[in-house]
């Protein structure tokens, strides 16, 4: 079975400090995973995909995301906080053994503090 | 870059009445998806679709909910008698193959009063 947990649905932060937003996954063969970000009112948006090629991925926007087959994770981060990474962000794991259907996380809602 | 469109992006429809989403997925993709956000929850998934059939389907995706490709360019989802839980928003997403090339639409907000 596919899963994602997200811990955290609330994070906040200060503007230019690290975000760090958490994904662990649960998948019986090596799963895609995915970071989408959500602006109010608007579709989903691609921030950055690993499908087994280079561990750490770099995404747009300055996020990129680090797979741990180890910890079964695949946290995002960003060095540095801007105000319009204000968002939901949702983690999503796939695999073509599921029909290639997406399993997403229940979303992190990311508050930047001026 | 290819786009995955939907029309309309918001609709209203009154409980009981019948609705159908529309979708354009990217022309060269073969697997086609519905997925449903209610208000504040998760994104779930509803149904693909793959080689003019459904493949997978959600216990969400009862016989209310019906999906068709009917001119080789479009992607539909219909509900056939909305209720008021219904309402959520809805995406749409088109792949070439796997997981791979994965593409949303922006949604359709259908709103059931």
């Known amino acids: 079975a596919q899963s994602v947990t997200q811990l955290g649905s609330h994070v906040s932060v200060s503007e230019g400090a690290l975000v760090l937003l958490r994904c662990n996954y649960s998948s019986s063969v090596p799963p895609y995973l995915f970071w989408y970000v959500q602006y109010p009112n608007q579709g989903l948006q691609l921030l950055l995909k690993y499908t087994s090629a280079a561990t750490l991925v770099k995404g747009i926007n300055g996020f990129e995301a680090e797979f741990k087959k180890s910890e079964t994770s695949f946290h995002l981060t960003k060095p540095s906080a801007h105000m319009s990474d204000a968002a939901e962000y949702f983690c999503?794991?796939?695999?073509?053994?599921?029909?290639?259907?997406?399993?997403f996380g229940t979303g992190t809602s990311l508050t930047v503090i001026p | 870059e290819p786009e995955v469109t939907q029309t309309p992006s918001h609709q209203v429809t009154q409980m009981g009445q019948e609705v159908i989403l529309r979708c354009v997925p990217i022309s060269n993709h073969l697997y086609f998806y519905w997925y449903r956000q209610i208000l504040g929850q998760k994104v779930e998934f509803l149904v693909s679709?793959?080689?003019?059939?459904?493949?997978?389907k959600s216990e969400i995706f009862d016989d209310q909910f019906s999906v068709e490709r009917p001119d080789g360019s479009n992607f539909t989802l219909k509900i056939r008698s909305t209720k008021l839980e219904d309402s959520a928003m809805y995406f749409c997403?088109?792949?070439?193959?796997?997981?791979?090339?994965?593409?949303f639409g922006s949604g359709t907000r259908l709103t059931v009063v």
């Open positions: 997403a088109s792949s070439e193959w796997g997981g791979y090339g994965y593409t």
């Open positions: 679709f793959y080689n003019n059939e459904i493949s997978e």
């Open positions: 999503a794991v796939s695999h073509s053994n599921t029909g290639n259907q997406f399993y």
